[in-house]
C-alpha cells in the first residue's frame, strides 16, 4: 500500500535553514500531486506547497513564496522541502501528502498522508 514517511524536522533558530524530506512509496504517482501541509496546535492544517509528480508545476501557499522551495527526486520517490529564513510561525507539525485531480490548497484532495515531523523555530 502507499506510504508516505517525513522526516528532517527539528528544534532551529529564526533565520536557520531546514529540508524535509518525505519518501514515497507503494505504488506509480504519476498524475498524482505532492504536497506539503503544517498545522500548529489549536490550528486548522494549512497548504504550504506542492508539485506535480510528473511535471515541474510547484505551487506555495503565500506565507511562505520566496522562502520555501519543494522538489522532487522521481528516480528515488522522494519529495523535499527547502525552508530558508524560517520564522516562529513556521512552527508545526508538517505533513507529506499525496492525491489527484483535486483543489491544490485543498487538504480534502490528498488521499494519502505520512505521520508528519515536527518543526519547531524558537525567535
Known amino acids: 500500500q502507499v506510504q508516505l514517511v517525513e522526516s528532517g524536522g527539528g528544534l532551529v533558530q529564526a533565520g536557520d535553514s531546514l529540508r524535509l524530506s518525505c519518501a514515497a512509496s507503494?505504488?506509480?504517482?504519476?498524475?498524482?500531486?505532492m504536497g506539503w501541509f503544517r498545522q500548529a496546535p489549536g490550528k486548522v492544517r494549512e497548504f504550504v506547497a506542492s508539485?506535480?509528480?510528473?511535471?515541474?508545476?510547484?505551487f506555495y501557499a503565500d506565507s511562505v513564496k520566496g522562502r520555501f522551495t519543494i522538489s522532487k527526486d522521481n528516480r528515488k520517490n522522494m519529495v523535499y522541502l527547502q525552508m530558508t529564513s524560517l520564522k516562529a510561525e513556521d512552527t508545526g507539525l508538517y505533513y507529506c501528502?499525496?492525491?489527484?485531480?483535486?483543489?491544490?490548497?485543498?487538504?480534502?484532495?490528498?488521499?494519502?498522508w505520512g505521520l508528519g515531523t515536527q518543526v519547531t523555530v524558537s525567535s
Open positions: 508539485i506535480f509528480w510528473s511535471g515541474p508545476n510547484t
Open positions: 501528502a499525496c492525491g489527484r485531480d483535486a483543489n491544490i490548497p485543498n487538504p480534502r484532495g490528498y488521499t494519502y
Open positions: 507503494g505504488r506509480t504517482f504519476g498524475g498524482y500531486v
